[in-house]
């Protein structure tokens, strides 16, 4: 628990670095200053334990139970390179009509890139879920985070999946977001309670992830529990919008992650409301909503994480041609090492934004563009704004949270994105995270 | 001059920090040992001054002089923000029949995003070098580099542009080297001597760059000279080819600044040969090779001076579908922080590479991917080798030169990438160049 403690308190600045390789992240300096209260989502139950395989004295093990008749919906990683983990779940979510009973996620190790024995510890896991529980393969969803290319040993987590289950009180959902943390400084959890009609529905997410994100899928892991009672159809529908402004809008480094897995499940477990059989019914709109803040919440959660961060960057980009135009541009500029080392040195270059947009080869003309960081005007038509006070602008850099703004004034159309800094922590966390 | 040294020695490591934000940058670990040696490219003229701008105590202004005739062909960055000095150059490239009379190129300052005031500069250096030296405003030919936004001041140009010119002996190309350098952390060179029938012919080219760099166009600043005697059609026929397999091959940080630029000129002043009006021509054969080693040289050593750089990466990969789709997953691979960061810890973190294959979105298939990282077969079909030996491998990762290999084992198009790493000193570098 020493080595990668997750409690939000900071990290002493003073604190000795372990001897090895392996040391103590800080927390960063954008974590939440606790965890979320989270509900008790009706019908969940949630176990976890040590597998004992890659980290030591610690929980790397979730095992989250569900009532028959749970839907669910999923969204996964764009990579040609996906998981096993990833083609289990796709595939599940794929059958005519989802059902899940259990969810599986191993810490430590991602099981991707390792052929055949990949393939084989995902069937043994799924029989010993199976010889132990006797929910259908069908129904059993899987996620592994971690390591690439080192054979998943399957039998350290069959040996656990027996791990008492408990309702989603507190405390548990506090062990699921622990257990699932590979690289993440603190725990991240989100919770909304909606109304459909006269029911209260509840919802509660957890996530992991802060390397190797970037869109199209951006997160890393996230898990989405409802009692309301929708069907998968409704579930995969909301999911689907609900990632477009949330998980496929942040960057923390432009890198791809083999493992990206977004899963919602719906227990039915509320108290009866009437049913409801499409996204856009006007029943839905509380929920709608409550489900997009635990998205986003949970995606920026993520950035807040990122690995070295020490600012939460939100590019906006209007005045644009298309919504895909206005979205490249806001990468180029949110995936730019130059910006985000710009921003680590609260540095207000502009000259970078400009060059960002450049690049994006996509439609910009230099004499219309128009620059703010934050409420600070700093460049228009071509050219830097007469009477721009540098002392006010370096200024708005010191704050752990910036905004840039870039208007292209050709067009109507806007993108947000969602990142952070580069910073020397970056580097230390990466040069040495594997050997 | 001390605050920028670029003599090719190593700095002390040991070596205090200048106060202040200017701090002395240590040579980079892969430099040339020396400046090598350049040829008299016969009419071409050097002359370097200081105009005493940004740069204090060091020449910062070239004005390469060149007799009537001088062929010339160019090419430009894609950036939808290109500076004033490319816009000028580009629309002299692209009169009927390009000749060139001077180059001036000031360091400091790249003019660029500076509106009206921008054109007004370049008029203004214009006017003066006309003023002068007399030559027609289609034959001048002007770069800037450096910051992005500052109104240049062109009249500290115009007051050094008499700098007496010298024929270019070696001394002078080296001033002309120095002049052009920014965040450069060494003075790069490169010459051929070449045969057209039986006639010599002498190539020299300089170039500055070492962040912002990326495809297409990758350079930063390369000015090669030759005093063969071609047709501006015929350079620009040679150059085209030759920018895609040097300065389009290269990236250090996905960057693409506002300002990359190319020149190839031809004096015609070497001893006669035949009239040669076809790139193709076979008696260009000799001359087509050195001008692509020149090019090729001038590309590599700016990923040498990559910022931060502590190891040269060629990332190779073959056996893609198309020429195009092998681009685009070495880049992918070649712009990864995550993988450039394992390179600076010397990590074999192939599972990074696998990372980044899959995120390109070009066709490849997990389970025939082979991995390489220099000698070593590290992956084949989808999953490690057996019999991998990763203290082996450790040992590889330590040369200061890299080869990553990907057989993507499902077409026959290849594609090679220069890159370098991702380290401390790249976020040193960019966290604190402007304020």
Partial sequence: MAQTSASQKKTSPKKKKTAGKKKALPVSPLAPTEFPEMPEVSGLEIATASTGERYKGRKDLLVAHMPAGTTVAGAFTQSSTASGAVEWCRSNVLSGSPRARVLVVNAGNANAFTGRRGSEAIKAIADGVNDIHGYPKSQIFMSSTGVIGEPLKAAKIVAKLDAKPAKASQARWRDAAEAIRTTDTFAKGCARVAKIEDSEVRIGGIAKGSGMIAPDLATMLAFVFTDAKLPSSVLQALLAVGIRDSFNQITVDSDTSTS???????????????????????????????????????????????????????????????????????????????????????????????????????????DKLQISFGPHLLAEKGQRVAGYDEALVSAYMKNPEIEICVDLGIGSQSAEIWTCDLTHGYISINADYRS
């Fill in 260 to 366: 990206d897995t977004v899963l919602l499940f719906a227990t039915g477990k509320c108290a009866p409301h009437a049913e409801i059989t499409r996204a856009g019914d006007p029943r839905l709109k509380d929920f709608r909503e409550k489900l997009q803040e635990v998205l986003e919440d949970l995606a920026k959660q993520i950035v807040r994480d990122g690995e070295g961060a020490t600012k939460f960057i939100t590019v906006r980009v209007s005045g644009a041609s298309t919504a895909r135009s206005a979205k490249a541009i806001a990468l180029s500029i949110a995936n730019s090492p130059l910006v985000k080392t710009a921003v680590a040195g609260e540095d207000a270059n502009w000259g970078r934004i400009v060059m960002a947009v450049g690049k994006a080869g996509e439609p910009a003309e230099r």
